[in-house]
């Protein structure tokens, strides 16, 4: 029986993948490198999704075709197009196993099927898998230290820019105006929060989707103590170095606000 092949390129768009071919690069290679070797394409698979964890539609559709016999080959540019992550990669190998895929073949990487062919493809999925996991941690490694030294790790507000050229958080000198107001508004105890809602819509603010800010996002923001220079992560406030909009002062005012405001209110009853 002659081999047939799926062609599988894959990219996404996180860090990891940063140094790999661009889809179509990879198109044009294994193409030659199909033509090349006379492998039998039967249909070409194009995703541009992660591999660090399971769940890939197509290559998922690639596996269970291969399972049902439409093909029993793949050829991809390296290992790590096919398996980021130990679920993804067993399941090769287990088809390898049962003889489901009788061939691999890859531009960049030697392969057989023999049980050194996939003791070296094992450690191939393993050893990208180990630099998904290094580069997360590295990551998160990094967010640790720049939180350490008082730098916000995420969007900045409403009020604020995340200055790319810095990689800081400064102010908006528009905003941060409307902002401040819609702290002082509040501390005065005589505006709910639906009227925060409406001045900040009457100021021409709104959500991304160009809908009228809730009131879920007026409370988080009358809650956010990056505001007063501050800010949180992971459930913990640090000291910011970016320059703050309303005082400590103001911020602690609306905090008693929207706890008296929270309070359960009961009627009284007469006899």
């Known amino acids: 029986m002659n081999n047939s092949y799926f062609l599988y390129a894959r990219k996404?768009?996180?860090?990891?993948?940063?140094?790999?071919?661009?889809?179509?690069?990879?198109?044009?290679?294994?193409?030659?490198?199909?033509?090349?070797?006379?492998?039998?394409i039967i249909e070409e698979i194009v995703e541009k999704q992660s591999a660090k964890s399971p769940g890939r539609p197509l290559f998922n559709g690639m596996v269970s075709r291969i399972e049902h016999g439409e093909a029993n080959g793949i050829v991809s540019w390296n290992p790590d197009r096919l398996a980021r992550n130990s679920v993804d990669g067993g399941r090769i190998i287990y088809l390898l196993d049962t003889g489901r895929i009788v061939a691999l073949k890859f531009p960049t990487f030697w392969f057989e099927p023999t049980p050194q062919g996939k003791f070296m493809l094992n450690i191939a999925f393993g050893q990208s898998k180990y630099y998904v996991d290094s580069l997360a941690e590295n990551t998160k490694r990094g967010l640790r230290q720049k939180v350490r030294r008082g730098e916000y790790p995420s969007l900045a507000p409403f009020g604020y820019l995340n200055d790319q050229r810095t990689k800081t958080v400064v102010v908006d000198r528009k905003k941060s105006v409307i902002a401040r107001r819609a702290f002082e508004l509040y501390a005065k105890g005589e505006s709910r929060l639906e009227d925060i809602s409406n001045f900040l819509a009457e100021c021409g603010i709104h959500s991304?989707?160009?809908?009228?800010?809730?009131?879920?996002?007026?409370?988080?923001?009358?809650?956010?103590?990056?505001?007063?220079?501050?800010?949180?992560?992971?459930?913990?406030?640090?000291?910011?170095?970016?320059?703050?909009?309303?005082t400590k002062q103001l911020f602690d005012q609306v905090q008693e606000q929207l706890t008296r405001k929270g309070r359960p209110h009961h009627k009284t009853k007469w006899d």
């Open 208 to 246: 991304r989707n160009g809908k009228r800010i809730t009131i879920n996002r007026v409370t988080f923001m009358l809650h956010n103590p990056f505001y007063y220079g501050h800010f949180r992560y992971n459930g913990e406030v640090y000291e910011g170095i970016h320059d703050p909009v309303i």
């Open 12 to 40: 996404s768009t996180d860090v990891e993948d940063k140094q790999v071919l661009s889809i179509e690069a990879q198109l044009a290679e294994l193409r030659n490198y199909a033509k090349t070797e006379h492998l039998s």
